[in-house]
């Protein structure tokens, strides 16, 4: 299987999907074509964000294809060379993926046919077992939490430590204690802006500047860094 | 029907349940016991829960009988001369309520008998017609996104203008734009922490130190501030 789960698209300050420009074209070396799904998008529009995309991948020498031109998005799909799913609202993506069928068939092309698959954001929470460590608001209900599991273990992209001062919400650190402790067989990675996994086969590696925290139940929260080994993310949980 | 829909708990480095101590005491005036739902606990106890909520309302001579040590929680409702439901995770919170019967006992209590409510945080999300304006992580899956629908417009508790600098994720205000776009019909009020509406029949009151911020679809988010008109948010929405 091959992933590349990038925490965000673009760091503040920066040219939209700038970053990760450099991986992307790594990891989809030697695809002239990939099928985007725009579904996150809520406050601007599916074409306008398919341009803002193609506008980088160009630069990579790549065709984006988006399955919102497609007259039926999940058989587009079965024909992609490689998918990319891009951010915005996770809850918005995971209903929209689901009433068009893209869930199932991305997991079969993914898992069973090793087609290169690229999200960020919120395409790297629809990679997980489930959506269940999103950020976003439930702006929509989706028909269920269930993603594509793609991995074994969640991801909270956009990783942050700071907290707004005097201000009395939870911290992101306390809102996945909280998944933990109602979630106890499973690993969460907070996995920091600027950063990405990438999974070839069974090798996954952390990508970027910054360490990734990883949190599981009755465990430490714990630092792990590019080089490490992470195999034990890629392990399936026992029934929890 | 009377309502007390609270933004926090607590202000940053003050007492549990301290700020809006005086306001429950004027809102529960002569009655002496209320039932507690504690079920938006999730890394402590249900019990450690009461006794904390227990201390403050001991303070407004004001008993606290809780829902987890009923045998049978949606009946202690329908006997409760006040209904207290406690912040935490918004999502946990539905899931038990809906799982024990408490949303529809509530919302029989509450709009047709005139029983008060009060709620703070996640407490004040469940007085909407849906969760989808909370904040929380979705670390269960409820059975449904519906609410209990004591009040036709949704509440943004915790309402935050800052955003921690060199973040690239969404503002509060972007999330809840992303909300209202998909959500057409629909006021959202952002209730800023140390605040609170009260409802009294059908005279709806901001209450607190700060104004309040209206979203709706199609017009520029406004200011309201204690004392201004707020009839306008109860105004059942057309459907959308």
């Known amino acids: ?69 497609e007259a039926n998005p999940a058989l587009a799909i079965m024909s992609a060379k490689g998918i990319v799913v891009g951010g915005g609202n996770t809850f918005r993506l995971a209903q929209m993926m689901q009433r068009e069928g893209l869930v199932e068939a991305i997991r079969l092309r993914v898992t069973d046919e090793g087609i290169p698959y690229a999200g960020w954001s919120a395409g790297s929470n629809m990679a997980c077992p489930t959506i269940g460590t999103t950020n976003d608001m439930p702006i929509i209900e989706p028909a269920t939490f269930h993603a594509a599991g793609l991995i074994p273990f969640q991801i909270n992209p956009h990783y942050l430590d700071a907290h707004p001062q005097g201000h009395a919400g939870e911290t992101r650190e306390q809102r996945i204690e909280e998944y933990i402790t109602v979630n106890t067989n499973v690993y969460v990675a907070g996995l920091r802006e600027g950063c990405m996994l990438r999974l070839e086969g069974d090798r996954l590696s952390l990508i970027g500047p910054r360490p990734m925290r990883i949190f599981r139940w009755g465990e430490l929260p714990r630092e792990v860094n590019p080089g490490d080994d992470l195999g034990f993310l890629l392990q399936q949980p026992l029934e929890g």
Chains 1, 2 share one sequence.
Request: charge should be neutral.
């Open 1 to 69: 299987m091959r992933l590349l789960l990038i925490s965000n698209s673009t760091n503040a300050g920066e040219a939209y999907l700038d970053y990760p420009k450099k991986e992307l074209g790594d990891f989809f070396k030697g695809i002239d074509e990939v099928m985007f799904v725009p579904y996150a998008a809520v406050t601007f529009t599916y074409d306008a964000y398919l341009e803002k995309v193609q506008a980088r991948f160009s630069e990579l020498g790549i065709r984006v294809r988006s399955v919102h031109r």
